[in-house]
T-cell receptor
């Protein structure tokens, strides 16, 4: 089955700096890669996703890149703000009905002002 | 957008009792529901996949006789934690895939505390 590795587990940056979180996946058939932000005790919130027919996707300060050959994808947050502090999870799945998301172990991002 | 309603939000039960968690898809038909468990400061771990009208598929290491899953209709899936013990205390969350765009929607989660 799919296995998703995520690094780093914790990341501390200064406000205004960029943050990068990286994930690798094992199943070459996976083709859907979302990123979630989760607050304590709440459901994961989708912040951006990418499918395997695209190499990069951007939404304001957030971008995701995908390297299918190397089986890794990354989340980039630019101009970080204190409110970006949260736990971030990457995930992977096949783009077909009945397949579950498999999550990475998460990254705790702390943005200090 | 597609909404999954999960109840209860939190529950405290005594050791040895059973607890049922419900997830309802409100504006779409969820043929498949995924159940996850999340321990503090850990990731969401897939427990099982439930399919309407058939037996659930459990991940390795998850006891199917302890975590009973029922998916009797296209809008309701339930997870029953039987003979709960303190080590079952966790955050349980369901998820369904929305076929229109193949994204996923999540329930709000259930915080289970077994005392």
């Amino acid at each position: 089955g799919e296995n998703v590795e995520q690094h780093p587990s914790t990341l501390s940056v200064q406000e205004g700096d960029s943050a990068v979180i990286k994930c690798t996946y094992s199943d070459s058939a996976s083709n859907y890669f979302p990123w979630y932000k989760q607050e304590l005790g709440k459901r994961p919130q989708l912040i951006i996703d990418i499918r395997s027919n695209v190499g990069e996707k951007k939404d304001q300060r957030i971008a995701v890149t995908l390297n299918k050959t190397a089986k890794h994808f990354s989340l980039h947050i630019t101009e970080t703000q204190p409110e970006d502090s949260a736990v971030y999870f990457c995930a992977a799945s096949k783009d077909q009905a009945g397949t579950a998301l498999i999550f990475g172990k998460g990254t705790t991002l702390s943005v200090s002002s | 957008g597609a909404v999954v309603s999960q109840h209860p939000s939190w529950v405290i039960c005594k050791s040895g009792t059973s607890v049922k968690i419900e997830c309802r898809s409100l504006d779409f038909q969820a043929t498949t529901m995924f159940w996850y468990r999340q321990f503090p400061k850990q990731s969401l771990m897939l427990m099982a996949t439930s399919n309407e009208g058939s037996k659930a598929t459990y991940e390795q290491g998850v006891e199917k006789d302890k975590f009973l899953i029922n998916h009797a209709s296209l809008t309701l899936s339930t997870l029953t934690v039987t003979s709960a013990h303190p080590e079952d205390s966790s955050f349980y969350i369901c998820s369904a895939r929305v076929l229109v765009d193949y994204g996923y929607t999540f329930g709000s989660g259930t915080r289970l505390t077994v005392v």
